[in-house]
C-alpha cells in the first residue's frame, strides 16, 4: 500500500525514539521509500548507523554538510509525508511557531506534504497548557496528532506520554496517504467468535481470535471509510472505529439488525455459534449434582437474515470456514445467503483461520471469477477482498445513501 510513497522520517531527541527504528522498518517493508532525519537530541538516543541501515537513505542531521546546497527544501519539497516519531515538547513547540532551528524543523516548514506528528513524553510534560496549546495550534492547520498511549514512562513513571504503538503509527501513515476508495462509506464488520451462556460462569465458544475482522476494519478505515466494529473480543480498536462489544449471536444480531440497514458494506467475519443452550442456568451448575444435560437449540443464521433483507446498493461479505468441500460449500452459502462475496478457509490447513496472524482463503463472488489468495498476513488478505469489494461497487455505481430512500 505504501509502494513507491517517500517519507520523510524526522526522529527527535527522547526515549521514544528507540521505537522509531521500528516504525522505519515496517514503513521500508510496506515498500515505503524513507527518507530519515535526525535532530541532535536523537543521537543521544540512537545511532545514526542504526537507522541508516534500515532506512532506504542515510541519516540526515544538519542544514550545513550535506552534499545539496539546501536539504530541507529538497526533503520537504519531494515528500509524499513527513512523520516524526516521537514529537518531543521541544519539536512541537519550534513548529507551532515556525522556527526553523534544524534540518527537521526546516523541513517541516517548508512541505507542502501532508504531516504526522507522535509526541512522546512524561505525563506533566504532556498535560502542560503549552503543549497542549502547541497542538491544538498544529492541528488548526491541518497537522495530524498520533496521541500518546497510558503506560510505563522513562525513570519508572506511569501516565499518559507513551509513545503510540507501531501498529498505530504505521496505520495513521497508512490512513493519511492510502487510497481513498472507500471515502464516505459505512462499513460495519463483525469480528470474534461468539459466546453462549451455559451458567453463571460457563460458555460455549469457539477458537476466532478476531484478528482477521480487525483487520478488515483497519484496511476499511485506511481507505477512508466510516468503520463500526461489532466484536466479541478486546483487541486494540483501530483508531477511528467506532467499536459495539457483544457477547452472545442474540446480542450481534441486534447490534447488526439496527446498525446494516444503512451500511454500503457488511463484513461478517465473525465466528457465530451455531448452536446455544436453550437456556442458562441461573448461578453456577454444582458439579456434585453430577454431569448437567445441556440442551442446545440452533441460533439465527444473522447473515442469511441480512442477505434476505439486503438494500439495493450494500454489498454484503460472508466467511466460510471449511475443513473439506471448500468451494462447494462456500459457493451454496454464497447462493443461499445472497451475499456478494464469500470468502473461503479451509480451517485445517497449517497457518490458516482461527487465532494465526496469517490467512489463505478462495475469494468467490456472485457471476465472478475467483480469486485465491495464498498464505499472507490477515491486513493483506483484507486488502485483496476490499479491492474486489471496491470493483463490485464501481461495476454498480453502488451507494445506499442514494438507492435505499
Ligand atoms: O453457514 P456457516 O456458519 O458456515 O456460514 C458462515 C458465515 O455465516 C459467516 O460469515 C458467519 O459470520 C455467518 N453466520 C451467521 N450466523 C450464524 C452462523 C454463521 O451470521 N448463526
New binding site residues.
Partial sequence: MLSGRRIVLGVTGGIAAYKAVEVCRRLVDAGAHVVPVMTKGAEHFIGRTTLSALASEPVQTSLWDEASPIPHTKLGQGADLVLVVPATARLLGAYAAGLSTDLLTNTLLATRAPVIVCPAMHTEMWEHPAVQDNLATLRRRGVHVVEPDEGRLAGGDAGKGRLATPERIVAEVERVLGPRDMQGLHVVV?AGGTREPIDAVRVVANRSSGKQGYAFAAEALGRGARVTLVSTVELPVPSGAAIRPVET?AQMQAALDELAPTADVVV???????FRPVAAATGKIKKDAGVPEIVLEP??????GLGAVKPAGQTLV????ETSDLIANAES?LRR?NLDLIVANDVSAPGVGFQHDTNAVTILRAGGEAVIVSLTDKRAIARAVLDIVCEIRAGQGSSVTDTAV
Fill in positions: 463483525s449471536a461478517m467475519s465473525a465466528a457465530v455459534a451455531d441460533t439465527p443464521d444473522i447473515l442469511a460472508g466467511f466460510a470456514a452459502k445467503k
